[in-house]
């Protein structure tokens, strides 16, 4: 497609004008505005200490990180319920009172399936896993950024694939698959709270010249198909059907994976060129 060219900024519209086709196209900020964090499946929780960030959490960082586990009973204990008054020393061990089955025990500290996270805020903010500064940033990192601030937690269907995959529960290997699965999930968290998010639309009409001439020999108005003769805003096909048309959103951040589907989608058109003017869904409809 030799007139196709990729849209680099949303606010503009392009378009390929064929002999019998006019395609417009182009990319907008999608207002769809889903927090992956608390909509999705799969992608875990964030909780950030933040006061202003819209998933803050105003617990103890260390329910989310570790528990408390009774040799007895199995009952887990978020750390902040593992007050003083379940302690005591004996033979050099912090012995607690389990708050559920009552015995004495030395509770066992076990992690959880959580990963501590770091935020940088410049303009734009980022989420990454802790300790993995984002590239670029290193220089202002130690003014604007902050290592421990936030945490994204396994959600339990998470929780099952990694136990269907075998993973033992607090071994490193996996906290390492874990570790990437919050790596993921920041990398869209971050779109979406920079409001990265766009829907594209492809829309073709019968190309509508500006002036007709009427040939006296054939009885019929003609028109000269020059790009100078043709209506080339989309405003102008506003009262007009669409040949095609197809609008597609929700993508979480500017990829090549959404330059590929606006382009597919925009070839599709063109092959209505030729053909007749009833709309047609796109074939993401
Ligand atoms: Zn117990």
Redesign the pocket.
Known sequence: MEDYESPQETGKTYSILTDDLIVFYGVEYDDCGENPSEDWDGFGKFHSFGRDHINYYRGDPADLLFFYK?R????ENPPSDVEDRYVFEKFGHKVYQ?P????W?VLVRVGRDAVPLGYFEHGMCDWHVSGEVPYGTEGDYRWDGVSFAGVWEATEDIIKEADDAGLERGSAERYAWMEERARQSCETYTYWCNGEIYYYFVRAYKPRPINFDFNAETGEMEYDHDEDNIYDELHDYRYEDEVYVDACGCYYGWDKYLEQEIESSVRYALKKSGANNETEEGQNA
Do not use: I, N, Q, S
């Open positions: 009774c007895h009973c199995d009952y389990c559920y089955c009552g015995l025990t």
